[in-house]
């Protein structure tokens, strides 16, 4: 009888350190793969994404890059730019994620790619971002006024890299920076 318990016992042990190593596993896996100030996915989670994914015919790949971040930090201090970051984070993940997948790729860029995007106005999501941006700018919860560039492309048939096309939507989002900056 003794020896049943203690067997028990034992057992009851190595479950409930295989459930503690599964869950450690877990939280593991979404720090490699989750951006720990916006939630969002990481560079890590884009470049398995990217690197795995077979068809990416009619993906369309967003890019957004935060204008003033820089000024915000060195004026305000890295505390208000990460406010800056966590609210823009958030606008651009509230306008995209249900479409497709949003990715915080580097300190102050971010990507979406959005499968089956060409059946869809993108404009409109980028018009409902100026308005949201819009709308946090009249809060004053940032010292500087938020500004989120955004530019996009649409994977062809003829395209057989990813980040030739993100470099496309890059290359779009930096003529939208420059007109923000102009106007």
Do not use: W
């Not at 939280?27 to 939630?39: I, R, V, W, Y």
């Amino acid at each position: 009888m003794i020896f049943i318990v203690v067997l028990g016992i034992e057992s009851a042990r190595q479950t409930v350190a295989r459930l503690k190593k599964g869950r450690r596993v877990e939280e593991l896996e979404q720090f490699a793969l989750n951006d720990s100030m916006t939630g969002m996915y990481n560079r890590n989670a884009y470049d398995y994404f990217v690197k795995n994914e077979k068809d990416f015919e009619g993906y369309v790949i967003v890019t957004f890059d935060l204008n003033n971040l820089k000024q915000c930090n060195d004026q305000y201090g890295h505390r208000a730019g990460d406010e800056y970051i966590i609210n823009a984070a958030h606008i651009i993940e509230d306008n995209c994620e249900r479409y497709g997948k949003c990715y915080r790729i580097g300190g102050d860029e971010f990507c979406c790619i959005i499968p089956k995007g060409r059946y869809f106005k993108i404009e409109r999501v980028m018009h409902k971002i100026d308005q949201d941006v819009e709308i946090l700018n009249h809060k004053n919860i940032i010292p500087v006024p938020v500004g989120i560039a955004y530019g996009y492309a649409v994977f062809t048939a003829d395209d057989t890299d990813p980040e030739k096309v993100r470099e496309r939507a890059d290359e779009d989002m930096y003529r939208n920076k420059k007109a923000m900056k102009q106007s």
